[in-house]
């Protein structure tokens, strides 16, 4: 029966490349790449000589549709892989991926490296809740008006940036939020990698002094001005919000747990939820005087 793997691949450096990975890329019939040149170079250095071809954004749906025709009518294994990384995390593969299924052929995943994990991961921030925007616009006002709308969604925004674009970011992410905390990963895995963390001031002022930082691919973790205000309002606005929840019928411990996951610090969630049995108690108590 045909396969489809989806297979990730090292962002830099080799020994990340999975046992499993280098198995599947093996055994398979074909490989479906972004690039079969930068594919190429990663099989050589693994020895594995299974047969390559391109799928790339442009020809993107023509492709999955060929080929998932011929998964239909041959037992056909598949991979595919990306230049770098997980497919279809801003790069291609959803299409085909969702052909497949669409088929009823298998998607089978092989997880490892993506610079978005690597990135999250390292940049100590403690909120559960983020959101991952791959590349933001490029034109300054787009680019502006979607960091403000960053605030809209979870306390921690990961983006991904080029190195020609990386000091026109932080510039706009400066202005649109002025003392956002933020942690920014450069050249994850390889032997310039690099963490800086700070405020976004700290980390351009980093960039304008020392311009070997430019060179790399770089991911971006914000923790987005939203939270910080959310935490210093906190007794008020967290009432308000477990107060909504218990009008739609939750519990106020299910009220609670939601807000914890949604980012809130479990003492401040806690403390407004006592304020609230305080307020009732006291009020029960009146009407009975
Ligand atoms: N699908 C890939 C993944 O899961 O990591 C991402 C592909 S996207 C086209 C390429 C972007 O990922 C780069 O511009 C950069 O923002 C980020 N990236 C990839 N490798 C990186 C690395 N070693 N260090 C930092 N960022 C990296």
New binding site residues.
């Given amino acids: 029966m045909s396969t489809l793997y989806v297979v ?1 691949t090292p ?2 450096n080799l020994e990340d490349m999975t046992p499993r990975a280098r198995r599947i890329l093996g055994e398979v019939d074909l490989i479906l790449a972004e690039d079969t040149r930068v594919t190429r170079k990663l099989l050589t250095a693994f020895q594995i000589k299974t047969p390559l071809e391109s799928h790339h954004q442009h020809n993107e749906g023509v492709k999955a549709a060929a080929i998932i025709a011929r998964m239909q009518t041959q037992d056909l294994q598949v991979a595919l892989v ?10 291609p593969g959803a299409r085909l991926v969702a052909a497949a299924h669409e088929a009823g052929i298998p998607v089978v995943a092989v997880p490892g ?4 994990a ?2 999250l991961s390292s940049s100590g921030f403690e909120e559960a809740a983020f959101a991952f925007y ?2 933001l616009p490029r034109k300054p006002t787009e680019l502006k008006a979607s960091l403000k709308a960053l605030q809209e969604g979870p306390p921690l925004a990961v983006v ?3 190195p020609h674009r990386v000091k026109a970011l932080l510039t706009a992410l400066a202005e649109v939020f002025p003392g956002i905390r933020m942690s920014l ?6 032997v310039h ?1 690099q963490t800086l963390r700070g405020s976004v001031e700290t980390v351009l002022d980093a960039f304008r002094q020392d311009e070997g930082l430019l060179r ?4 971006l973790v914000l923790s987005l001005p939203r939270a910080q205000k959310a935490q210093e309002a906190e007794p008020l606005s967290l009432e308000a919000r477990l107060m909504d929840q218990v009008v739609k019928g939750f519990s106020l411990r299910e009220a609670q747990e939601a807000l914890v996951a949604a980012g809130h610090r479990k003492n401040a969630v806690y403390a407004a939820a006592l304020s609230l049995k305080t307020a009732a108690a006291e009020r029960l108590a009146d009407s009975q005087n």
């Fill in positions: 990730a962002i830099g990306s230049d770098a990384g997980t497919p279809a995390i801003s790069d490296p993506s610079a978005m690597a990135a791959g590349f991904y940036e080029s990963s450069r050249e994850l895995t390889k990698e790399g691919e770089f991911v």
